[in-house]
């Protein structure tokens, strides 16, 4: 009787270990946005444009360190992606104006890059068994919520303690110190039939640029990220200013939330730990249903939880509800729309692709930050950009229902 594959390589774990690290401190950001205003008293718009390019630069830079990886090495990106997430942090611990944050955190958005789903999740596929792969990106990807509730109350903790530039140079150390652990993360070669190992780089991109199901998972992907970066680096600003005051003697006050600011910190917690077990969630329902009918769900859900959130007034109970709904669905379309990419067009060239479809997911966060600091400036409120996060939410759910999921054809050799 064959033993079955463990589910718990040491790829995996250091796969976890390194985006737990890398996804703290990009949740932290929004952390950021009022103390770095207003010491420089900027308009909110300056380093909402910084986090809007960061996010954009993680989008360009996947397909890049997606190749690097697949061309030269895993542990070669990722060391590569750790230098620049360091380099971007300590540089911008000494920037004093808006254009050199921005400039700069194009170089943390290729950290990321390098560090993030992108790599790891292509590294933690091949890695895995047939029957493992969807659970096992699921935990890779619960890993990214596992960071999300640490880093912004790490943020939080650390900025009462010393200013937001040693919190920087902190965190500039802590991603360095995750290399530690590339020894033991040694991944094998992807398990590919003949056809696939002989079809190039080349070769895929012109079959999925072809192919309709990828350009509809690639459009499909566009509001993921608009929703989770404008909620990751506009919602504790939201909070601590249109939430209703936290009761001073309740049950928040009670365990330690006695603002609405740290209240914003702990809602971004808290929708972290909630997609932990959506995530995983996530991941065992692909291993046994159609992918493409559970991302339409998810985004529909997202859609009616959002559109519910912004029509009722905001308190911390709603606060709260929203955090844990939204975290439910935060990251679970990520081993679905990978797995998805994975089954489509096989294992070999899953970085590169995943990084081209990222790239879309990039652009909507791009636009979500961007437009949530510009249109608070404009009109003094967010209202208008979350319904723009509602409508392109609603888009995705109803684009993802014509991919055809089943295996591309290979191409024959002669």
Known sequence: ????????????????????????????????????????????????????????????????????????GDRVAIILGALCYAAGLVMSSVAVTPEAHQFLEILVGFGIAGTGFGVILAVVGRASSDENRSMSLAIATAAGSAGQVFGAPLAVFLLGQMPWQQVF?????????????????????????????????GGILRRAGRDPSFAMIFLGFFSCGYQLAFITAHFPAFVTELCSPVAPSGLLARVGITSTAA?????????????????????????????????????????????????????PASVLLFSVLMGALWLATVPLTSGLIAHIYGLRYMGTLYGIVFLSHQIGGFFGVWLGGYMYDATGGYTLVWWIGVGVGAFSALIHLPIRENRAPLPVSA
Not at 172 to 190: C, E, G, K, N, Y
């Open 263 to 315: 209240l914003g910190a702990v809602a971004i917690s808290l929708i972290g730990l909630a997609n932990v077990a959506g995530t995983l969630t996530a991941g065992w329902l692909g291993q046994r249903y159609t992918k493409k009918y559970l991302l339409a769900g998810i985004y529909t859900m997202r859609t009616i939880v959002a559109a519910v959130f912004i029509l009722m007034p905001i308190t």
């Open 1 to 72: 009787m064959p033993t079955k594959a463990p589910l718990f390589t040491p790829v995996l774990i250091v796969g976890c270990v390194i985006i737990i690290v890398s996804f703290s401190i990009r949740a932290s950001f929004g952390v950021f946005q009022i103390p770095i205003a207003e010491e420089f008293a900027w308009p909110r718009a300056e380093f909402s444009l910084a986090i809007a390019l960061q996010n954009l630069a993680w989008g360009i830079g996947q397909p890049i360190f997606g190749a690097v990886a697949e061309k030269i």
């Open 169 to 201: 140079l902190v965190f500039a150390v802590m991603i360095l110190a995750a290399l530690m652990l590339l020894p033991f993360m040694r991944s094998p070669a992807p398990p590919a039939s003949r056809a696939e190992l002989e079809e190039s780089l």
